[in-house]
Each structure stands twice: as C-alpha cells, then as structure tokens.
C-alpha cells in the first residue's frame, strides 16, 4: 500500500478538505483537514480516520498509523505557528 492509495481512501470516505499522507512499507503518517473534526473529542477523530482503513489495518497492509487532525482554522493556525 503506498501514501497516495490512502490518500485517496480517506478524500473518499470522508469529508476531508485536504489529507497529507507520508510514510513507507507499512508505517505511516496521516494529516487530515476536515470540518467534520469541529467539536469531536482526539479520540472520536482518530476512530473516524480508522474507520475506512480498517481492513487495511486487518491485512496488514498498514501495520502503523500516526494520526493528526484538524479543521481548516486549526490547520492554518498550526501551520502558521510552525512557518510551513
């Protein structure tokens, strides 16, 4: 499984405004940007972002995976504050 392949699952499954997806072999890194993450506790938004990729997860195809999520005013805060 490659980033791209998630990325697409997850602009699919949910209602990201945008998904950045790094990593290799089986380890990987995601970043999503949704409203839907408006008021939902880390925990509901990481089940939310596992939610699409479980059989994934189940077949091994991905073995780790490290989650951020923001909304849209989170996300460009944060990366104003960290000068991306």
């Known amino acids: 499984m490659d980033t791209n ?25 995601v970043i999503a940007v949704g409203d839907m993450f408006d008021g939902m506790s880390r925990v509901k938004q990481q089940q939310a972002i596992y939610a699409p990729l479980m059989e994934y997860i189940a077949d091994n195809r991905i073995h780790a995976l490290s989650i ?3 909304t849209p005013a989170q996300w460009e805060r944060d990366r104003k504050l960290s000068g991306l």
Request: proline residues 0%.
């Open 68 to 70: 951020k999520a923001y």
């Open 5 to 29: 392949e998630i990325k697409q699952v997850l602009m699919e499954k949910l209602s990201l405004n945008e998904a950045i997806v790094t990593g290799d072999g089986s380890h990987f890194q």
